[in-house]
């Protein structure tokens, strides 16, 4: 089993293949949190796809985000989401009992807290709750990073937070800080792009979010280079070419 393939079945929008890849992995590494938070980074992808919540256009303006559409979860996916997750949190807590600096397990935390973000931004409109989700995401990508800068995946977790709170206007951004959320768009943008050129498994997902980033901050050219390289490398995906076109 092969997680790397199964992210980029995941990417290419084969679900059921990809679900078939992250299981086989459990299967075979059964004290390994990166097995059980795959399953449920796929769960989520196919969630947020089903729902036709990953259209860039409802990100590209605040105002657009702010008045997306309620969306009617599937309670059997929430549910199934919600047990992968448990299941690589006590397994990455249990290994980091063992060992803190067991490199997987950190990272495992740290995806886990980025999809319940997701989760709760993007399907339940909580964006106070995804908030904090990323804050948490972002103190444990702090010390994976800490132990082993070369990582790359996890600066996603660190990027995301610092370009959501450095996008605000200045007097919540002003709040945001008093609260313990940092933000900073220019470096928020410099860690997604380390991800997006040398992340194993989420670069696909850096690419997207920083297509999203170079839209609002009005630089089409790079936003069009990455969907066009995204369209190519995953031709079963079609919001890439919709998004180009």
Request: proline share 5%.
């Given at each position: 089993a092969?997680l790397d393939?199964?992210?980029?079945?995941?990417y290419?929008?084969?679900?059921a293949r990809?679900q078939?890849?992250?299981?086989?992995?459990?299967?075979?590494?059964q004290?390994?949190?990166?097995g059980?938070?795959?399953e449920?980074a796929?769960?989520?992808f196919?969630?947020?796809n089903?729902l036709e919540?990953l259209e860039?256009q409802?990100f590209?303006?605040?105002?657009?985000?702010?008045?997306?559409?309620?969306?009617?979860?599937?309670p059997?996916?929430?549910a199934r989401l919600?047990?992968a997750?448990?299941?690589?949190e006590?397994?990455a807590?249990?290994r980091l009992e063992s060992?803190p600096?067991?490199l997987?397990?950190?990272?495992?935390?740290?995806?886990s807290?980025?999809?319940?973000?997701?989760?709760a931004?993007?399907?339940?409109k909580r964006?106070?709750?995804?908030?904090?989700?990323?804050r948490r995401?972002?103190?444990?990508a702090?010390q994976l990073?800490?132990?082993e800068?070369?990582y790359?995946?996890a600066?996603l977790?660190?990027g995301?937070g610092?370009y959501?709170?450095?996008?605000?206007?200045?007097?919540?951004?002003?709040?945001?800080?008093?609260g313990?959320?940092?933000g900073?768009?220019?470096?928020?943008?410099q860690e997604?792009e380390?991800?997006?050129q040398?992340?194993?498994f989420?670069?696909?997902f850096a690419?997207?979010?920083?297509?999203?980033?170079?839209v609002?901050e009005?630089?089409?050219?790079?936003?069009?280079?990455l969907?066009?390289?995204?369209?190519d490398?995953?031709?079963?995906?079609?919001?890439?070419?919709r998004e180009?076109?």
């Open positions: 092969s393939h199964g992210y980029r079945l995941m290419n929008l084969d679900f990809a078939q890849e992250f299981t086989r992995w459990q299967e075979e590494h004290d390994d949190p990166l059980p938070v795959s449920a796929g769960l989520l196919a969630e947020l089903r919540a860039a409802f590209i303006k605040d105002s657009s985000f702010a008045a997306r559409p309620k969306l009617s979860p599937d059997a996916i929430r919600d047990v997750l448990q299941r690589a006590d397994r807590r249990r060992n600096k067991d997987d397990a950190l990272f495992a935390m740290t995806l807290a980025g999809l319940k973000a997701d989760y931004a993007l399907i339940e964006n106070l709750a995804a908030l904090r989700h990323t995401g972002s103190a444990w702090e990073l800490a132990l800068p070369g790359y995946d600066y977790a660190m995301i610092r959501i709170v450095g996008s605000q206007p200045a007097p919540l951004r002003w709040l945001l800080r008093l313990g959320f940092s900073d768009k220019r470096k928020g943008i997604l380390l991800t997006a040398r992340g194993r989420l670069a696909p690419r997207i979010l920083l297509a999203i980033a170079y609002r009005k630089d089409r050219t790079r936003a069009r280079q969907l066009t390289g995204l369209r490398e995953f031709p079963g995906n079609p919001l890439f070419a180009l076109a």
